[in-house]
């Protein structure tokens, strides 16, 4: 669901960012960005061996271009991006993120049992 809590990814960084969509049917229904080049070439690499009638992440473009953290923290001009995961593979439902720059926003769906992945990019101030 939209929170609202919308960041900066029109105007900066030095990174694309890859937007994948995993398929209605089988699944997952959902979005998911990475702006960690070896993240993105993972789930490339690991939708060319998993055939279309089985769950997979789908490539589908370079969205916007943002700025990696490094160790987790932004460099100064940009503000922290988090995500979360519902952890949806393992508990057989469809698998979601909550991509946000507000802290809380994450802390809460952690509370309903989601996981913190942490920083996973940094949007322009």
């Not at 992440?57 to 100064?76: A, H, I, M, Q, R």
């Not at 995961?85 to 979601?96: A, E, Q």
């Not at 809380?104 to 942490?118: C, F, K, Q, T």
Request: glycine share 10%.
């Amino acid at each position: 669901m939209r929170t609202g809590n919308n960041f900066n990814f029109n105007s900066g960084g030095n990174t694309y960012v890859c937007r994948f969509y995993g398929s209605q049917s089988p699944g997952p229904n959902s979005h998911f960005y990475t702006v960690s080049n070896s993240e993105c070439n993972g789930l490339k690499a690991l939708q060319a061996t998993t055939p279309a009638t089985q769950k997979r992440w789908n490539f589908e473009s370079l969205d916007f271009v943002s700025t990696p953290p490094v160790n987790g923290t932004c460099p100064t001009g940009t503000v922290p991006v988090y995500r979360a995961y519902n952890n949806g593979f393992t508990r057989g439902i469809d698998s979601n993120h909550r991509i946000t720059v507000n802290q809380a926003g994450i802390d809460a769906v952690v509370a309903r049992g989601w996981v913190s992945e942490g920083v996973v990019m940094c949007a322009p101030s």
